[in-house]
Nanobody
Framework: QVQLVESGGGLVQAGGSLRLSCAAS??????MGWFRQAPGKEREFAAA??????YYADSVKGRFTISKDYAKSTVYLQMNSLKPEDTAVYYC??????????????????WGQGTQVTVSS
């Protein structure tokens, strides 16, 4: 049974940092990503890692870093220089096989339960 368990969300002031973790189990994955959903908005792509290559949304590029610890089967999202507009529920996603549409929700087969990130101004 596949499980993705996120942790690390919380409340932080603007300019601060947080690190999200996603512990994956049940199988191996071709790609993993982070998406986020702000109140009243659609879920959007934030970052992904396919093999060793990383990808970012323009809105987080230069501030967020996605990485993977293969030994721990855990993916991280280091978030620096946080802004109030980064406030959202952050979801971990995983694909059994890496697909070209890794920036889309349809590019993933499994989802975590989400973790809240709130950035105060």
């Amino acid at each position: 049974q596949v499980q993705l368990v996120e942790s690390g969300g919380g409340l932080v002031q603007a300019g601060g940092s947080l690190r999200l973790s996603c512990a994956a189990s049940g199988r191996t994955f071709g790609a993993m990503g982070w998406f986020r959903q702000a109140p009243g908005k659609e879920r959007e792509f934030a970052a992904a890692i396919r093999w060793s290559t990383t990808y970012y949304a323009d809105s987080v590029k230069g501030r967020f870093t996605i990485s993977k610890d293969y030994a721990k089967s855990t993916v991280y999202l280091q978030m620096n220089s946080l802004k109030p507009e980064d406030t959202a529920v952050y979801y971990c996603a995983a694909a059994a096989v890496s697909r070209p549409n890794y920036r889309d929700l349809e590019g993933y087969d499994y989802w975590g339960q989400g973790t809240q990130v709130t950035v105060s101004s």
